[in-house]
């Protein structure tokens, strides 16, 4: 989705902001933009490079980037940012959606303002142009301008009278401020920053900032000043290098055992069977009187928790409704004050997962958050949660995200369920099986190339469907999602149970079906409806546990996953998914890291 970066200082601003937009390529945009107040703006469609083509005649020691992603307005030149007023003075980049931006429109244009483009973001621009026409400062016109706009924004805006100043503010989306030594920055996430310096502000929901090389200043909508101190960014800019691999996605594939150690990492107390999560420490009494968790998340987030639900239930006793984010804000929920709200995100930007969460803490509920992005809105507006530790995703595809997500909800299982009168022995066994688990992905992990076989063979078809039961019936619907976003190929999930009940139609010899059937209770169940598909000579491709010699003679073919426990078998099943989706992807010669028409952070409804 769109993103912002920003430069004041004493170097040439123009390398140093493009570096920062291939940091947030992984985002995934359409268009990109620079304007830098000494000389001008470039904008081009597609990939950041470009903007090279015309960089030229760019430079100056300050200047606003941005990459888009479409929503009001084709994805062409004229929409991309940064927009600009009527004189061409005023420039401002923006995340977000301003709601009431057909109302501005018509106002200013009966003040006689003309509009370039088709975009909500330009009436920013054009609203400061006003109030700098009442001689008001810069900052002032920005702050007043920013009243009279409701919906959501991260924005910068730079004045061409003022080259080395620059405001931003943040309503709705992610903003930080990063300081270093002669020079500022702003963006809307830590990566662009991170390679500069360490010392950050996130901003805060209606908090404004006027950044100039030297000085740093936060006002609220009142312009008002506001103390606020800077923090140390964590994490690492080595990271979010693909470290010889030729995709991020395989990178992050190839992460996974050590994804789980991380999330791991201090949290087990094995001999006692118990998980020990610093971050639920302040709320873990209320957790006890829980009687009902809510799950929401959206796509691979969504996944998980409906793996969760099976984890919870089945293990710790307690009733679990999962929700699409989009969905839970808009229902009404009923909610008491024995129900709390677990959100699950990658990116903790999700606005749909956010505003979810603002809705729970609306009606006074408990809120966790089980988040990889420290820092995040989600994880600072929770009431306290689990940080994943994946370390940075950059592929839109979310892997190893959804693998730490899984052991995040198994560590909380074993955290409620212990609570609530799971036995020691039944402890002991959760917690020494996911010791085992990062060894099993790697074992999975080695048979790539045998995967990548089994893609070759099927790359061609057109639809797929995926089918499981119990907890491997959301690796069913994630393995179909990984399919589709990055090769753009049919796919669907089903639990297999309802096979008979309308998708069975659609099988024949051309139409594949992925049948995860590793050993368990409802082993017996997948091998009927293994069988059903069979009868109308649909192809199967079996997910199932090593040495399963029946599978041998129903599947056309097999990925082998090792033997685990039940509650733990999706993080197995879903690494040969995984591996299948980004071989056929690669094998179509498609960008699996950057998929057409997904951004990575979905930072709009
Ligand atoms: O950052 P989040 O985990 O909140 O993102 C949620 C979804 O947008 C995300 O999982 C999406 O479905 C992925 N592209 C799936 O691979």
């Not at 910068?156 to 931003?168: G, I, S």
């Not at 055992?257 to 118990?274: A, E, F, M, S, Y």
């Not at 293990?315 to 984010?325: D, F, I, N, S, T």
């Amino acid at each position: 989705m769109c993103g912002i970066f920003a430069y004041t200082g004493r170097k040439n601003a123009v390398p140093i902001l493009l570096d920062g937009l291939s940091s947030l390529e992984y985002r995934g945009y359409d268009s990109a933009g620079v304007y830098c107040p000494a000389s001008g703006s470039v904008k081009s469609v597609g990939a950041v490079g470009n903007l090279l083509k015309n960089i030229d005649g760019l430079s100056g020691e300050s200047g606003i980037a941005h990459i888009r992603w479409a929503t009001h307005g084709e994805p062409t030149e004229k929409n991309a940012h940064p927009h600009r007023d009527c004189t061409g003075k005023v420039w401002v980049v923006h995340n977000g959606i301003i709601e009431n931006y057909l109302d501005l429109k018509k106002k200013l244009a009966m003040k006689s303002h003309r509009f370039s483009s088709d975009t909500d973001t330009e009436v920013l621009a054009h609203l400061v142009e006003e109030h700098l026409k009442k001689k008001k400062s810069f900052e002032a016109a920005v702050v007043q301008a920013l009243r009279e706009v409701r919906g959501t924004y991260g924005a910068v805006f730079a004045y061409e009278t003022e080259p080395d100043k620059l405001v931003a503010a943040r309503m709705g989306a992610p903003v930080v401020l990063g300081l270093g030594s002669h020079e500022n920055f702003v963006a809307s996430d830590p990566s662009p920053i991170m390679r500069h310096t360490k010392d950050a502000i996130f901003m805060k929901d209606g908090e404004v900032a006027v950044i100039t090389p030297d000085t740093h200043t936060v006002y609220n909508l009142n312009f008002d000043r506001i103390d606020r101190a800077a923090e140390k960014i964590e994490g690492d800019a080595e990271a979010i290098k693909k470290g010889g691999y030729r995709h991020f996605m395989l990178k992050e594939i190839m992460e996974e055992p050590d994804v789980v150690k991380n999330t791991l990492r201090g949290r087990l107390l094995t001999k006692n069977g118990l998980a020990k999560l610093g971050g639920l420490e302040s709320v873990a009494e209320r957790l006890r009187g829980v009687k009902r968790i809510i799950i929401v998340g959206c796509g691979t987030a969504y996944y998980a928790g409906l793996a969760g639900e099976y984890m919870l239930e089945g293990h710790a006793g307690l009733p679990v409704e999962v929700e699409v984010g989009s969905e839970f804000r808009y229902r009404k929920p009923v909610l008491d004050n024995s129900t709390a709200l677990v959100a699950i995100s990658q990116s903790g930007e999700t606005a749909d997962t956010l505003e979810a969460v603002r809705e729970a803490k609306r009606q006074g509920i408990l809120t966790l958050g089980i988040i990889n992005a420290v820092g995040s809105t989600i994880a600072r507006e929770t009431d306290a949660g689990i940080y994943n530790h994946a370390g940075p995703e950059i592929g839109v595809a979310s892997t190893k995200a959804f693998i730490s997500q899984l052991t995040a909800l198994a560590l909380l299982t074993l955290f409620l369920g212990r609570q609530r009168g799971m036995s020691l022995a039944e402890g002991k066994r959760i917690a020494e099986e996911l010791t085992r688990i990062p060894e099993k992905i790697a074992s999975i992990l080695k048979d790539e190339r045998k995967i990548k076989a089994v893609a070759k063979k099927y790359k061609d078809c057109r639809d797929f469907l995926y089918m499981g039961r119990t907890y491997n019936y959301p690796v069913a619907l994630e393995g179909a999602l990984k399919l589709k976003e990055i090769s753009y190929i049919h796919a669907e999930g089903y639990g297999a149970g309802e096979m008979k009940h309308g998708p069975l139609a659609m099988i024949d010899g051309s139409f594949p079906t992925v049948a995860i059937a590793p050993s368990g209770s409802v082993y017996e169940k997948m091998l009927s409806n293994i069988q059903e598909i069979r009868a109308r000579k649909g192809p199967i491709i079996a997910v199932s546990t090593a040495g399963d010699k029946m599978m041998r003679q129903f599947a056309s073919d097999t990925m082998f996953i090792p033997e685990t426990i039940e509650m733990l078998s999706p993080l197995l099943a879903v690494v040969p998914l995984q591996l299948f989706a980004y071989h056929i992807a690669t094998l179509r010669k498609l960008d699996v890291d950057r998929p057409r028409n997904l951004a990575k952070s979905v930072t709009v409804e």
